[in-house]
């Protein structure tokens, strides 16, 4: 029996775009001309206000300038739909045009329209989806990512193009030209389009489709919905602290530290449980808190609580304080990943008189729990 022929997947584009949609034409470039391996879309897509809308259409699907249709041309890329069908304006709920984002109504008008558009856009299994932030305003950019981190799949990609300084800003240049083409800076100094470069950014996300309701993938759903699932579906905070075993427990994942680290830790972790605020290094209380939880986890007695005490009254500073810090945080951030970072030691801007970055951690009280049961110190008989 003959097996149908597989066809490539189809390649989509999504950029968000204001009133530079050079931005459209500097990505295909970049896609189109990287060294590794190029990615030419079949189809292009733009979610805009009226005036970015405006503005993409006539000067990227003009006769002229018509600077879409110049790059294909230049590179000679092959045929990409892209009609004025395929640029998106965000509508209100009464079907009226966005001509701007001025006001939360106005942000939350283009969450939900970008966040449905990728979800139209991958609902094709048989496609992939390269999505630039690159263009307009930032909060349509962080949306377009937030958006692909709801509903992107594992074969699509987000992305922000980067353009070599004086062509940066410049509302004449579209993309490095394959022969001169003279354009002039804001002081009136001739460029040459040729000269420019333009590089990919390519964005890692994190991909929480599988942990969306089906009904939210196949259907309509406003982007505070889709997040409000997606929160209900991930594990909730919770750091419980066993000074018996010396380990955390951070959102059903266990650590274990050493006396000195846990100790460190536990201080932090009591004053965030107790409501109370964060430590300098430099605070007086500190070394009596360090010691004080210190002196349950090891001997008292013994030689290893006597060194580091004597360490400590001879002279506590930052030397001490930032490596045992550091340490707890990588610890974290290696079993947790980007999951962790509720748990790790903050620094935060504190005025007391005088600003000073002091350290806390930044969780609930109500999510914290410490063992109440005394450990038994290293070295001290049964």
């Given at each position: 029996m003959?097996?149908?022929?597989?066809?490539?997947?189809r390649r989509i584009l999504l950029a968000v775009t204001g009133l530079s949609p050079q931005i459209v034409t500097e990505t295909l470039y970049a896609l189109a001309t990287r060294q590794s391996i190029s990615w030419i879309p079949d189809e292009v897509h733009l979610i805009s206000t009226t005036k970015g809308a405006d503005n993409a259409r006539l000067k990227l699907l003009s006769d002229e300038p018509g600077w879409f249709h110049r790059l294909r041309a230049d590179y000679a890329l092959p045929a990409i739909e892209f009609p004025e069908a395929h640029i998106h304006v965000i509508r209100r709920s009464d079907g009226s045009l966005l001509d701007d984002i001025r006001d939360d109504a106005d942000n939350t008008l283009a969450a939900d329209f970008i966040c449905e558009k990728v979800r139209e856009l991958t609902a094709n299994t048989h496609s992939e989806l390269h999505a630039s932030i690159a263009g307009g305003r930032k909060t349509m950019g962080f949306y377009l990512g937030y958006a692909m981190s709801l509903y992107g799949r594992p074969q699509d990609?987000?992305?922000?193009?980067?353009?070599?300084?004086?062509?940066?800003?410049?509302?004449?240049?579209?993309?490095?030209?394959?022969?001169?083409?003279?354009?002039?800076?804001?002081?009136g100094l001739a460029l040459d389009c040729r000269d420019a470069r333009v590089w990919l950014g390519d964005i890692p996300f994190v991909r929480l489709r599988e942990k969306l309701p089906h009904e939210l993938i196949e259907g309509k759903a406003s982007y505070s919905q889709a997040v409000s699932e997606v929160q209900k579906a991930l594990p909730p905070l919770q750091l419980a602290l066993h000074p018996r075993t010396r380990s955390l427990i951070l959102g059903g994942e266990t650590i274990t530290l050493s006396p000195v680290d846990f100790a460190f830790y536990w201080v932090f972790a009591q004053r965030a449980q107790q409501g109370l605020p964060g430590l300098h290094w430099s605070d007086a209380?500190?070394?009596?808190?360090?010691?004080?939880?210190?002196?349950?986890?090891?001997?008292?007695?013994?030689?290893?609580?006597?060194?580091?005490?004597?360490?400590?009254?001879?002279?506590?500073g930052k030397e001490n304080f930032d490596p045992v810090k550091s340490k707890i945080n990588t610890k974290i951030a290696q079993a947790l990943g980007r999951r962790g970072e509720p748990y790790k030691l903050a620094t935060e801007d504190k005025k007391a008189g005088q600003v000073y970055r002091h350290t806390l951690i930044k969780l609930p009280a109500e999510v914290i729990t410490i063992d109440t049961c005394r450990p038994r110190p290293q070295g001290e008989s049964a």
């Open positions: 003959t097996q149908p022929l597989m066809t490539a997947p990609r987000l992305s922000h193009v980067l353009v070599s300084e004086p062509f940066e800003t410049l509302t004449d240049f579209f993309y490095p030209t394959p022969t001169t083409r003279v354009i002039n800076d804001r002081n209380t500190l070394v009596d808190e360090l010691l004080h939880k210190l002196g349950q986890l090891i001997n008292q007695h013994g030689g290893e609580y006597a060194k580091t005490e004597d360490a400590y009254r001879r002279g506590y």
